[in-house]
């Protein structure tokens, strides 16, 4: 547009705002469309190139001169992230940007609570509103590969059906308050090794059954207004401008009409970042929290290059324009929306949410009696106080701050409760605390020497004080430093550190009522698990972390949370690990992900490689019986579906919830096929004696596969049999049907 343009349309927008009309794209009694296009119309290419990268770390530029406002955006995804500086990564030291923190996502999807996600998703943008943002950062579904990645704890576990389940809740929650979700990291961004480069090469099989299932529903059914492209290469193009995923996938198969959003720094050409499905460029040359430049950001690939480009003609005009609807599109949803709610941080409703989550989440792992055991005799969880004098408690994570560190995750909590202020306010001054061991890397020389010794005589106090104590609760697992459960990097071994191990070993040497309360996102190696009679699985659960754990041993929740991954005993057991360093971490350039569509338990069940504790396992302090399933008819039609019902009760003393879980295998495949895959579950909450009857609706999309022949989605002919159960191996029952 030229000047003279520009100043006469300037001057119509003036006067029908001095006669009282509305602008179309201001009026939001309109459709969205027709706002979009009207904003469009009047639009420089210079407003519509500066609104496709971004101005500021977190912020970009909407259209000052029509009134549009910039997009503000945070992480994501457990909490709002504190304010970070304009144009550097420094945190702007601010006093009014404390946050409620809640449950990391891997402990989201442990509660396989789909209405909890619902909250997670509505009091995280409420906090969102109350801070000004426009989008969070989150949540992630890309699926737990291997237990080495870096950034499991914030995406939701190892199957698709699951993830898919729990992200569609989180997104509606969200984004019903006029605040965006973008999802991340779209897509296959499963380690943080080479995460910039790596080229992830796989099937089309394990592309379509497991690594995208849940990005697609988060798409089509949680209606999610953007999406975060990764770091990484998917064969050999990066993913941040990939056509196949972008494009073809996300854009055209699945009708996405959102926001293409880079990783920060995810942006490397212009040309294809113009073609190749992205709309907004972000933290370019500031990947990962390193170098800082002189860099403008209309120097940014979608900026003054990719502008020269248009007016050279080398480029389509309709290609921008298609990004600038997107863009606007989701300003209107989100910053330029009048009518959305004040929004509210920290609140006593947000904890109570949190630690809702929190105590659905902890997964009980193992509970037997201890010493030598008789059958029949009483498991040590839930502590009974009356029985012990001295409670000591030990480990570095019982006082630790474990949502400060991680990467982009990292959290400012207005409030913590630690598992030691959650276990003294039940059991006061029975608490004894020592911590046993120090995080810390290993060094070199006389400083590793002097670090050993200090390792050693934290251990040897902590065992010394377990041999006089009643009851020793060991609070230990990973911390969000780098190499642990954190961004940028993965965990170098899957075994503890620190000297957890050897700690663990002697504390059940000294003292048989051990409880291990493991902190963290991942699964780690557990050679000491068959010594200590209970173990608990309790995550990273934010703000009152400390309460829903004391609440779980203490017995006032009743345990309900299940593995969301498989926790296998020894790392080459894992499918990803078995294929050696071409399959993880690849050889810096590429990668193969050899074991294709038979990730986590896909692996252990089809292999017949056991798991130390399955995907979907934890235990109750009540027991659940599993009646006699039925079918509504023996047979499926490719139009029809049926019903399968089955009796679940409470046999046990204590009120309590059970995920029934249900599990679809053909009998006679055509194909390789995972001995069975995940395919519905319900969370239900029986009191003592009761019994409720869960209906599962069974339809041909549950049988389906992707045939790499034909490029489509079949379900062929054949039987198919019905598993439901507590776990992924602990199957009640099984009933057979015809398709
Ligand atoms: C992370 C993203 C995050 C972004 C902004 C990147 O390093 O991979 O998940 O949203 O930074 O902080």
Redesign the pocket.
Known sequence: MNRSILLSATIVLTAAALHGQTPIYQDESRPLEERVEDALSRMTLDEKVAMLHAEGK?ASAGVPRLGIPDLW?S??PHGV?AEINWNDWGYSKRTNDSIAAFPALTALAATWNRDLSELYGQALAEEALYREKDVM??P?VNIYRTPLNG?NF?YMGEDPCLAGEMVVPYIRGMQRNGVAA?V??YAL?NQEVW?GHIDVQLSDRALREIYLPAFEKAVKEGGAWSI?GS?NKVRGQHACHNDLLLNKILKDEWGFDGVVIT???GAHDTREAALCGLDLE??TYT???TSESAFTTDQYYLANPYKELLLKGDLPMEGLDDKVRRLLRLNFRTAARRLKPYGSIASPEHYAIAEAIGDEAVVLLKNDAPGKKKKGATPLLPIDAAKYDRILVVGENATRNLMEGG???DLKPKDIVTPLDGLRALYGDKIEYTPGYKSGKPMYGKVEKIRAAVTDSLRRRAVEMAREADLVIFVGGLNKNHGQDC??GDREEYALPFGQPRLIDDLAEVNPNLVVVLLSGNAVEMPWASKVPAIVQGWYLGSMAGKSIASVISGKVNPSGKLPFSIPVKLEDNGAHHFGTISYPGDSIRQEYLEDILVGYRWHDTKKIPALYPFGHGLSYTTFDYGKPTLSSPTLSPDGSLTLSIPVSNVGKQAGKETVQLYVSELSPRLTRPAKELKAFEKISLAPGQTKVVHFTVTPDMLRYYDPDTSAWRADPGKYRLLIGSSSTDLRSGIDFKY
Do not use: I, Q, V
Request: aromatic content about 10%.
């Open positions: 977190f955006m992480d994501g992230r950062l989150g992630g950034r914030e973008c991340k990291h961004n995460r975060m770091y990783d920060w720094g972000m933290g990947n990962g929290l990467g982009s995750s961004e940028n």
